[in-house]
């Protein structure tokens, strides 16, 4: 059974009642207030105050304070007036009324507190979704905004396309009428000239024959040789005359490119220095070029051939390396090449297959690739190893084309 507070103390204006309700060592946060129209209750265990009052309160404007020790209840009163009692005698009744009817204000706040979540949480939903669909609807804005600028540009691309397309096959026909009439002008300057030359000769045997004998027996003799004697007009040409003329063409059109060389650069031995020089750096495809030029210009030196082979090695260009250094085993080998021959390029980094007289019948240029590739691996593991040593030293003579015996 809780303890009944007794000792407690009001007072009253015409529009307040203030109740003073003593703790007793009770700490705030244990007090426990309910109110209604006509019923106060105090608990904090194990007391308990209980005021029926005699007239009805706002109770939506009363308030309760707790501080130092005591609970100040203030009642706001309905009516403004003066109270003789401040509670009364039917307790349980007005007792009964208020717990329903706080029971009752609690369900309701409830209801109201779940309402006005659900509609806060409904708002939420549904000005989320809101921003959802504004996003949706600018991401799709902008995907459709890129897949026309696309689709544009694709189109202008087409139509550039289709422009420089047309463009060309303009210029490849304009190119193969000019060709044509190149072609056509001297088959017609040629027929005419034979045609020219029939002439000549039809009028020449009629005016021949309007000429009067003389009775001359030597002369008219002459005279019948001469015009009896055949003549020398222009034959087509021949299927090897049509050859010649091409090769001609061709090297006319190589002279007219090598005109546009500087002087350095039409010599051979300045353009395998180059070409040396690019394949220390490891720029093979540069000292390709160098070497090519250099080939093209003087073709019968055997360093520029092997060393063109070095490059293609590197570059895992197999079959033409194969070619550069059978070709300049063939000029090796050639009787007539003087014994002197050019410093040797890259020999120590790719190896160029130039190889002596005496062992060309022995080993192909594969055969002396792998063979100074082998030694140099074996170098790595063994790189004090005289006999090692020795052996790669000879390939590499061999390679360099300063081997004993080298033609």
């Known amino acids: 059974m809780p303890l009944i507070v007794t000792d407690y103390s009001w007072t009253q204006t015409d529009s307040t009642v203030f109740i003073s309700v003593p703790l007793k060592g009770a700490r705030a946060e244990r007090v426990d207030f309910l109110s209604t129209e006509e019923y106060l209750k105090v608990h904090y265990p194990p007391y308990l105050f209980e005021a029926f009052l005699s007239e009805p309160v706002d109770e939506d404007r009363s308030t309760a304070k707790v501080g130092n020790g005591v609970a100040v209840i203030t009642l706001t009163k309905c009516s403004n007036a003066f109270w003789e009692h401040l509670m009364i005698k039917k307790r349980k009744e007005v007792r009964e009324r208020a717990l329903l009817k706080y029971q009752e204000r609690l369900c309701s706040e409830s209801r109201s507190k779940a309402e006005k979540q659900q509609a806060e949480k409904k708002y939420a939903l549904e000005t989320m979704m809101k921003l959802e669909k504004e996003e949706r609807d600018r991401i799709l804005k902008k995907k459709e905004d890129e897949r026309e600028k696309t689709t544009a540009e694709l189109a202008a691309w087409q139509l550039r396309q289709r422009e420089t397309a047309e463009g060309e096959a303009k ?69 090897n005359q049509e050859c010649q003329r091409r090769r001609r063409r061709a090297g006319n059109a190589d002279v007219e490119e090598l005109k546009d060389l500087r002087e350095e650069e039409r010599n051979p031995e300045w353009l395998k220095d180059k070409g040396d020089k690019c394949f220390a750096s490891g720029d093979f495809l540069g000292a390709v070029n160098a070497y090519n ?45 003087p014994t002197q021959q050019p410093e040797p390029g890259p020999a120590s980094a790719g190896g160029p297959p130039s190889v002596s007289y005496s062992s060309m019948q022995k080993l192909t240029s594969c055969d002396v690739f792998s063979g100074l590739q082998d030694y140099q691996a074996a170098l790595k593991l063994d790189p004090h190893n005289a006999a090692l040593q020795a052996d790669t030293q000879t390939i590499r003579d061999i390679l360099q084309g300063s081997a004993t015996g080298m033609h």
């Open 171 to 239: 210029l490849k026909l304009q190119d193969q009428r000019d060709r044509q009439n190149k072609l056509k002008a001297p088959t017609e300057k040629q027929e005419k000239g034979c045609s020219n030359g029939a002439k000549m000769k039809e009028a020449t045997v009629k005016q021949r024959a309007r000429k009067p004998q003389r009775s001359c027996p030597l002369r008219g003799a002459l005279q019948t040789f001469k015009s009896d004697s055949p003549r020398a007009f222009s034959q087509p040409r021949s299927g």
């Open 293 to 337: 030029l250099a080939i093209r210009l003087h073709s019968k030196i055997p360093a520029l051939h092997s060393n063109r082979a070095a490059c293609h090695l590197k570059l895992k260009n197999l079959h033409k390396a194969i070619e550069d250094a059978s070709q300049a085993l063939d000029l090796l080998t050639q009787p007539s090449l």
